[in-house]
């Protein structure tokens, strides 16, 4: 993503990164003790041999708590491997996760896990709290989250990390990204899939800043030229894909339709499906 892109004052966004850790924090405290499975009020959808249905019969972990320590907001790294660094309380890396529609799906047998998004880009999966990763020189929005084994995100305040980050040591050019603005982020589906992960695909995003209602913003996602209007933040099963390379579009637009601003709200991603 370039700079370009971006709209607002870097010295604003600096300010914005923190506050929202602090946020999180706080927030996040605040969420019930207790696992609890809920229902979607929303139907399976089904177009031109492709069914969409939203599943949230997943364990929850209202306790869990992701903050990444290092690098902090604002802060420049060397050049090249990134060294990161997490606080992680009460959310277990490398458990396998319970959940009989999730474990129909793709997953990860080293279980699970954190989500690291630098821009936008497809994520890379971290099953410790340290561990480095090659980004290039200059000004990123680093989004990180927890995982349970088959991917699917956690979704309340405590369980996501939202910063900007200078890599390099030449002078930086502000992104002017607003991180209290709504926001979007691809995570699911990915690469290639084979075999019993090909009946059912997850789909997958992440939020911030904004929900999801039948009257308010939306997620309108295109696959391989269907479209679907999702009005709740969920997970859902994708079924009927054809094999090899499929097309996923995700846009967050508000009650008309319209694509909402920003630099991650509009993204296409392709993965591949086979025997």
């Known amino acids: 993503m370039k700079a370009s892109a971006f709209l607002l004052g870097g010295s604003l966004l600096l300010a914005l990164g923190a506050c929202d850790t602090t946020r999180q924090q706080t927030e996040g405290t605040s969420q019930s003790t207790a696992e609890t499975v809920t229902s979607p009020t929303m139907a ?136 209290s603005a709504a926001h979007m982020f691809y995570s699911r589906p990915k690469d290639t899939y084979s075999g019993n992960d090909t009946k059912k695909v997850m789909l997958d995003f992440y939020l911030v800043n904004t929900t999801l209602s039948p009257e308010g913003n939306k997620v309108r996602a295109t696959i391989n030229g269907s479209e679907f209007m999702l009005t709740e933040w969920l997970p859902y099963t994708m079924e009927g894909l054809p094999m090899g390379q499929n097309t996923v579009k995700l846009e967050l637009v508000d009650n008309s339709g319209n694509l909402i601003p920003g630099p991650f709200n509009s993204v296409t991603r392709t993965f591949t499906l086979q025997p």
């Open 44 to 179: 399976a959808m089904e177009k031109n041999g492709i069914r969409l249905t939203p599943f949230d019969d997943s364990p929850k972990y209202p306790e869990a708590q992701l903050r990444l320590k290092t690098p902090p907001s604002g802060s420049t790294s060397p050049s090249g491997a990134v060294a990161f660094d997490y606080d992680l309380t009460n959310f277990v890396l490398t458990k396998m996760s319970s959940g009989m529609t999730g474990n129909e799906m793709a997953v990860s047998e080293k279980g699970q896990h954190i989500h690291n998004i630098v821009d936008n880009q497809p994520y890379t999966a971290h099953y410790t709290t340290e561990f480095t990763k090659n980004i290039a020189d200059g000004q990123h929005v680093v989004l990180s989250f927890l995982s349970r084994s088959y991917h699917e995100s956690l979704k309340h305040r405590g369980a996501y990390d939202l910063r900007v980050i200078n890599v390099g040591s030449a002078p930086v050019q502000p992104l002017n990204a607003d991180l």
